[in-house]
């Protein structure tokens, strides 16, 4: 089956600082993939669809200054926090598509701001 | 807008009992309609997917089943194990055109006593 991995599992961050996350395909290449973030007892949101290339197209409420992300190659996407604050605080997880009828996801990353 | 809901939000059962889990949506206008599991802490694991023109699927003691005119379906899990411990998503991916896009419900959390 199609396997999706998440860099780092867990990331403990100060104020302000920026964080990258990671999400590779590792056995097939994902034209699409898309970000989610999933507060405590809550469903997951789609934050932003990325297609290799191009730029990422935010959902509404996004800010895209703040989450930065770059689809650089057919089996990486990159999510980076900037000036991550408290509030920022969640579960993220990303997820690959072949053709977006499937979507593979990872098993996510929580990040917490102290 | 679309919006997802599912009921009940928590479950619990003894083992061996037949279960249902809900899930409606308000706008009937959906590309197809999937079913997730998650366990604690991590990503999600697809279930069944169900394709708008499709009534049911099966897998295994799994049987989703979709009415989208009503904008209702159902998992129907037989025989249930402690190991079906966990919290079923329901998404629907929404529109007539095949974008990806999974807009999630908040979930439901069974726990199966043996």
């Known amino acids: 089956g199609a396997v999706v991995s998440q860099h780092p599992s867990r990331v403990i961050c100060k104020s302000g600082t920026s964080v990258k996350i990671e999400c590779r395909s590792l056995d097939f290449q994902a034209t699409t993939m898309f970000w989610y973030r999933q507060f405590p007892k809550q469903s997951l949101m789609l934050m932003a669809t990325s297609n290799e290339g191009s730029k990422a197209t935010y959902e509404q409420g996004v800010e895209k200054d703040k989450f930065l992300i770059n689809h650089a190659s057919l089996t990486l996407s990159t999510l980076t926090v900037t000036s991550a604050h408290p509030e920022d605080s969640s579960f993220y997880i990303c997820?690959?598509?072949?053709?977006?009828?499937?979507?593979?996801f990872g098993p996510g990353t929580r990040l917490t701001v102290l | 807008k679309q919006e997802v809901t599912q009921i009940p939000a928590a479950l619990s059962v003894p083992e061996g009992e037949n279960l249902v889990l809900n899930c409606s949506f308000t706008?009937?206008?959906?590309?197809?309609l999937q079913w997730f599991r998650q366990d604690p802490g991590k990503g999600l694991t697809s279930l069944l997917l169900i394709q708008s023109s499709q009534r049911e699927q099966t897998s295994g003691r799994l049987n989703a089943s979709l009415d989208k005119s009503s904008g209702r379906s159902t998992l129907y899990i037989a025989a249930s194990q402690p190991g079906d411990s966990a919290t079923y998503l329901c998404?629907?991916?929404?529109?007539?055109?095949?974008?990806?896009?999974?807009?999630f419900g908040q979930g439901t959390t069974l726990q199966v006593k043996p």
């Open positions: 706008d009937s206008a959906i590309y197809n």
């Open positions: 997820s690959a598509s072949k053709n977006t009828d499937t979507q593979y």
């Open positions: 998404a629907v991916q929404d529109g007539s055109s095949n974008t990806g896009k999974l807009i």
